[in-house]
T-cell receptor, first 112, second 113 residues
Framework: QKEVEQNSGPLSVPEGAIASLNCTYSDRGSQSFFWYRQYSGKSPELIMSIYSNGDKEDGRFTAQLNKASQYVSLLIRDSQPSDSATYLCAVNIVIIHDKVIFGPGTSLSVIP | KAGVTQTPRYLIKTRGQQVTLSCSPISGHRSVSWYQQTPGQGLQFLFEYFSETQRNKGNFPGRFSGRQFSNSRSEMNVSTLELGDSALYLC????????????FGPGTRLLVL
């Protein structure tokens, strides 16, 4: 099992819809979880971090964490064409000296 | 506060040559991580430096090496370049205690011919 897994997509949603991005991880001891957005040809930029079970909201973005299920998700409400990008999930792997491991990313396309 | 900077931004080399890339972290950040990103492999961890010491290392051959200076600036070196080393090399810095939140530089795009 890979340390961090994501559906590669592409995920297509119509403008104004909710986009749901999922991520699973293997290390039960992981404490820090991050979502990054990466536009084509650009470097990743941090969208949100989450450390506790439950939901964390920031504008149109909501991160959801369930440590028991080793699952973290990102919801994007009222999706806009400018949200079209690759979304990377990152998790700290405690058993490897807290190294941050990135998932392969999910490509999101918001259709006008 | 200035962000993470990387130099050079673009580089073209030929097989067998070596290359050195530089990364200056955000002021106050002491941890610097390096990643290789290719279309097929995604973001692959190379190594992490903290206070001039390598703290973590990914699964890359010994041709890939790095170091960190006392001012937290970091360099990575790739010797005997291969065609497969063509990639975007990203550097990220983080501040101790911020639970490893990493901030990325713009990257260096390396093309090996």
């Amino acid at each position: 099992q890979k340390e961090v897994e994501q559906n590669s997509g592409p995920l297509s949603v119509p403008e104004g819809a909710i986009a749901s991005l999922n991520c699973t991880y293997s290390d039960r001891g992981s404490q820090s979880f991050f979502w990054y957005r990466q536009y084509s040809g650009k470097s990743p930029e941090l969208i949100m971090s989450i450390y506790s079970n439950g939901d964390k909201e920031d504008g149109r973005f909501t991160a959801q964490l369930n440590k028991a299920s080793q699952y973290v998700s990102l919801l994007i409400r009222d999706s806009q064409p400018s949200d079209s990008a690759t979304y990377l999930c990152a998790v700290n792997i405690v058993i490897i000296h807290d190294k941050v491991i990135f998932g392969p990313g999910t490509s999101l396309s918001v259709i006008p | 506060k200035a962000g993470v900077t990387q130099t050079p931004r673009y580089l073209i080399k030929t097989r067998g040559q070596q290359v050195t890339l530089s990364c200056s972290p955000i002021s106050g950040h002491r941890s610097v991580s390096w990643y290789q990103q290719t279309p097929g492999q995604g973001l692959q961890f190379l190594f992490e430096y903290f206070s001039e010491t390598q703290r973590n290392k990914g699964n890359f051959p010994g041709r890939f090496s790095g170091r960190q200076f006392s001012n937290s600036r970091s360099e990575m070196n790739v010797s005997t370049l291969e065609l497969g080393d063509s990639a975007l090399y990203l550097c990220a810095s983080s501040f101790p205690g911020q639970q490893e939140t990493q901030y990325f530089g713009p990257g260096t795009r390396l093309l090996v011919l």
